[in-house]
């Protein structure tokens, strides 16, 4: 009976983490400029004075800043490690770029955009006026707001959700697709 309540708690678990969003908002506004949610985990990219960028991870009580441009003091090495040999994994590199690009294609495809907020000058009066009547257009869309200016203003917001499931399906059924030729 408890082994039951325990495999039931962890199939309740697994399903909970599968199903969560993964929420993840681009914005140009604000000092975040990448943020991402995934239940309570949550991450985000931010400028830094000292460095270029920093990478802040945290769950509730704790967090973590790392800044992943920094460079890193290498201590000398008196010996090479030999290098082991690779196996040959059985396919070529050119099928293995194109099933992995394929598998990157269909999740980016996964993801639904939230919002979208574009306000864009291109510093050219004529192409700016060129893609006046594709912006309107475009912004009839629900959740898409596409937008001209002549101040030299440059504003992106992106919000796109996903989950983890749809992503697992989309990676295992490629794999299965690929294996079976």
């Known amino acids: 009976m408890i082994w039951i309540i325990i495999i039931l708690t962890l199939a309740a678990l697994i399903t909970l983490l599968l199903l969560t969003p993964i929420h993840i908002i681009i914005n140009s506004e604000e000092d975040e400029f990448l943020r991402a949610k995934y239940g309570i985990l949550k991450a985000g ?15 509730p009580g704790a967090g973590y800043t790392f800044f992943p ?5 290498r201590k000398e090495v008196a010996e090479k490690k030999e290098r082991k040999e690779k196996k040959p994994s059985g396919r070529s590199a050119w099928s293995r770029i194109k099933m992995f690009s394929g598998i990157a294609w269909q999740i980016t495809t996964g993801f639904r955009i939230s919002r979208f907020y574009l306000d864009i000058d291109t510093r050219n009066v004529i192409l700016n006026a060129n893609l006046y009547p594709l912006f309107v257009y475009a912004s009839t869309c629900q959740n898409i ?5 002549y101040r030299g203003d440059f504003r992106l917001v992106l919000d796109v959700r996903n989950n983890l499931f ?9 794999l299965f697709k690929n294996y079976k030729t």
């Open 145 to 149: 707001d596409l937008n001209i200016n």
């Open 166 to 174: 749809s992503i697992i399906s989309v990676i295992l059924k490629n």
């Open 69 to 73: 441009l920094k460079k890193k003091e």
């Open 45 to 59: 990219i931010r400028r830094d004075d000292e460095e270029l960028i920093a990478v802040r991870i945290a769950v």
